[in-house]
């Protein structure tokens, strides 16, 4: 399977950086402010490629390595990496206009 992608998952996932939880006070908070800071259209794409590697079949560890080919701080166990996409694209479809 050939994987595009988008350039905006890059610029998100850079956004937690090492004093991310230290400056939020919980993951959903910091990430709701994250996502106020994207347009409507770059969330749009996110959550597409989200659905879209969550529906693939791919395994946790396929899971992980995309998460780690950012610049991101925060690890993600394998163990969690399906539940933690799974929260960012609930909040994502939260996020969007109807």
């Known amino acids: 399977m050939t994987l ?3 350039e905006v ?3 998100f996932a850079e956004l937690f950086h090492q004093d991310f939880l230290v400056e939020h ?6 990430l709701r402010l994250v996502l106020e800071g994207l347009s409507a ?3 749009l794409d ?7 590697i969550l529906g693939s079949g791919m395994s946790s560890a ?8 950012t610049e991101t701080s925060i690890i993600v166990p394998g ?6 996409f799974q929260l960012i694209a609930s909040e ?6 109807p």
């Open 4 to 6: 595009d992608i988008p």
């Open 9 to 11: 998952w890059y610029t």
């Open 25 to 30: 006070p919980d993951f959903v908070t910091g």
């Open 41 to 43: 259209d770059s969330r």
């Open 46 to 52: 996110l959550l597409q490629f989200l659905q879209t």
């Open 62 to 69: 396929e899971l992980v390595a995309i998460w780690e080919g």
């Open 79 to 84: 163990d969690d990496i399906e539940k933690f």
């Open 92 to 97: 994502l479809e939260s996020s969007l206009p």
